[in-house]
């Protein structure tokens, strides 16, 4: 499912309007599932570590990334890799202040905002399970509690951090979680299931309606968004199912075990196939961001392909690259 996931929101930066709409009706909200799925019980008890593990493993990424993108800002505006102006220190300044409020409006990490979200969505899923264990409230009446949010989403309360936004897309975590409990899940496997949801999105998707877990898409969407996103939480789980023990599932599998690194470097990976295209046509620009529209639909699977392997291998060089300083740290030492 994370493989399916976040090919998903590699495609839906393609450029390709029509894509990106009907991939933001599931990539992320499969997301924020599997982390309520994964959910242990031992987090529910010792809730403090369950915080810390989840402020190390998105929090200090998403600073780690976007200092790295903030300080080679300028660099890559004269390579003219990026648009926008040259940063002086009042500008960088300021970056800072935005990543400290879990914001960066760098382009080649802008991705990066799931981190944030998911990070304050896991603990928005948490407190409501904590509260409906500990008063006997169950965990669909916490559910419904959740939902209550979506009225102050449409009001006009300030919302720092995004806070009342991510309350109320917060009872995803918890159907991931209430389906970890009661294997809700396998009952959703069967092909008829995905050709149901699968209609009903691209109902939707014909009517032209825009539903997503960005925040700037929260605000405006219509009130039948759950309806979605059940949909294609539905979609992905029966065809994840359907494709576990084939070749396409070993891969996708394989995918979602780089999620991280395809989320933070896949904008870069694009910009790897722009650069072959500055080479074939002097006319495009390395500049167009996330990709060049002309001929996309074309360039399109190379596109997606570059933005998915690049980062696997990147990632995998890394590791190796770790993992040889640290044998060769131990050996020092004995």
Known sequence: MKGLAITGVVAGHTGIESLEIFVNYWHLP???FISGYFLKYKHINNWKVYIVSRFKRLIIPFMVYGIVALMLHNFFLDLNIITGIQYGFDEYIHGFKNLILLFSNEQLVGAMWFLPALFIVSIFGLLFIRLSITYKLGIYLSSIMVFGAIIV???EFPSPYSVWQYMSISWIFLLGYVCSMTEYDNKCTEWYWFAGSIICLLLF???DMQFGLQVSIINTQSILFPIVFIAGIIMINSLSFQIVDTPLGLIFATIGDFSFSIMALHFVGFKIVTLVRVAMNDSINLSDFPVVKTDIYSWMPIYMIVGIIFPIIASMSFNK????WN????????
Do not use: E, P, T
């Not at 044998?327 to 004995?334: A, L």
């Open 205 to 207: 998707l014909f009517m």
């Open 321 to 324: 690259l770790r993992y040889a």
């Open 327 to 334: 044998s060769n740290s131990r050996v020092q030492k004995s």
């Open 30 to 32: 499969v997301f924020f």
């Open 153 to 155: 989403c449409y009001g």
